[in-house]
């Protein structure tokens, strides 16, 4: 972690640096002073692929760091006001993982903390512009099918267990509770747990295969056209296309289960 003042703007760029750079830098030692930071610098010689770039500030030096991100043209893109920015940005269509820390009361039956009060760090999703797509409110999230999805997920200390699911401009598909967790998604199926029975989901929410199932076999990444599912000790294997065109699904469990 450097202060902005320790970097040679000539130094970091070979190209011609515009007005428009030196005039963004300098903004920044005027707003901030010597309690902005440049985490990891902007060089070219470390061929950083990054697009944007983590800023840490704080008010003194007893405060903690505020993080936000700025360009390398050193324009402020996200203001530093997280407590935590979880991802490198590499892409302009990327989802970014941003947290804050809240304070909790553990309100749940957590042994001996029950009632006591925590601090945790709490996440949510902006995009490249610094648009907030979810405010920081779960306990864990991540993103799927080429940031297309976002799974989001609460533990016991959050009142709202469980995962939910929202695709990349923030709208609700399935809300949080929904199963106990909902994995990757890949070719568009994702397996999900509830209750101790697995399932499979599509990427509209819509339950493809009845969580009924006490082990189905993960298929991520995987060139696959049937899917490995165990009940009751007796393995089996089912045809994708089955799934997909929901044979399964329709009059409550039907009897063309494999079981």
């Known amino acids: 972690m450097k202060n902005l003042n320790d970097f040679n703007i000539d130094d970091m760029f070979n190209d011609n640096i515009s007005e428009a750079v030196i005039a963004n830098a300098t903004s920044l030692i005027e707003d901030y002073g010597e309690n902005i930071a440049i985490l990891h610098g902007i060089n070219k010689e470390l061929e950083d692929k990054r697009i944007l770039i ?17 360009d390398k043209a050193y324009k402020i893109i996200v203001k530093p006001e997280f407590d935590v920015i979880a991802d490198n940005v590499l892409y302009n269509k990327q989802l970014i993982r941003v947290g804050k820390t809240v304070p909790v009361v553990y309100e749940r039956s957590i042994g001996s903390n029950n009632g006591e009060i925590h601090l945790r760090e709490r996440y949510g999703v902006i995009d490249t512009n610094g648009k907030t797509i979810l405010e920081p409110k779960f ?12 799974v989001v997920s609460n533990g016991p200390t959050n009142m ?6 929202f695709n990349r401009s923030g709208k609700e598909i399935l809300p949080i509770g929904s199963y106990y ?6 070719r568009g199926l994702a397996r999900v747990i509830e209750g101790g029975k697995w399932g499979i989901i599509n990427s509209y929410g819509k339950l493809l295969l009845p969580v009924i199932y006490d082990n189905i076999w993960n298929f991520d990444g995987k060139d696959f056209n049937s899917i490995i599912v165990e009940k009751d000790g007796v393995k089996s294997e089912i045809s994708l296309s089955d799934i997909v065109n929901g044979k399964y699904i329709s009059n409550n469990y039907s009897n063309d289960l494999p079981f």
């Open 181 to 186: 967790k909902i994995y990757g998604f890949y």
């Open 54 to 70: 983590p800023i840490a500030v704080r008010k003194d030096n007893y405060s903690p760091y505020k993080y936000g991100l700025i």
């Open 160 to 165: 709202n267990q469980g995962s939910g699911l």
């Open 139 to 150: 306990d864990d999230i991540y993103f799927s099918d080429n940031y297309n999805l976002i």
